[in-house]
């Protein structure tokens, strides 16, 4: 088992009853304006996110977001692995939940990126999903990018250099969506 993983388990372990306190704290409603659990749509009242409700997915809070606030809101993952980088210092833990077809990567406890599979069904910066290609041009404008396999958006409004990054599907469709911090 490599030590990234060593270190996954341990802090989960460790951080698990933290998380479910937080869990607690949010269905009762006493948590800080900037936490997580205020991003779902539909909080249970275990204080985590409800799978049968749309979510409402809002890059500024879970960008940076800790592992303990993603477990806090959405409950543990369904998996959990590591993910290889070019380096050992670009290693990061994947946090999967199969039901929502959501993934949050996590760098040294916090969130850089997520990705939506094209099961996922809610909102995304302001973006109804699962969205066609014209309507993410007519909401986000002009691509900042474009190959023949993905498509990249600006996503405004958010305290660090955020993108959106659809991954198309050899027939075209939108496969899946990755919501990133430019700056990693």
Not at 73 to 84: A, E, K, N, Q
Request: glycine share 8%; net charge negative.
């Amino acid at each position: 088992m490599s030590g990234t993983v060593r270190v996954l388990l341990c802090f989960l372990l460790a951080n698990a009853a933290a998380g479910l306190a937080l869990a607690d704290e949010a269905a009762a409603g006493s948590v800080a304006s900037g936490a997580v659990a205020a991003t779902a749509a539909s909080v249970s009242e275990d204080g985590l996110a409800d799978p049968t409700e749309p979510l409402v997915l809002n890059p500024a809070k879970l960008l940076g977001a800790s592992a303990a606030a993603i477990i806090a809101s959405f409950g543990l993952p369904d998996h959990f692995r590591p993910v290889r980088g070019a380096s050992a210092d670009q290693d990061d833990i994947a946090f999967e939940y199969e039901k929502l077809d959501l993934v949050f990567y996590l760098w040294q406890d916090q969130v850089w990126q997520f990705r939506l599979g094209s099961g996922f069904s809610g909102q995304v910066a302001g973006l109804s999903w699962p969205a066609a290609a014209e309507a993410l041009a007519e909401f986000f404008g002009r691509p900042i990018d474009r190959q023949d396999a993905w498509t990249e958006w600006h996503v405004p409004a958010t305290i660090w250099p955020v993108r959106l990054r659809t991954v198309l599907a050899p027939s075209g469709s939108i496969e899946a969506a990755y919501v990133y911090r430019a700056d990693f």
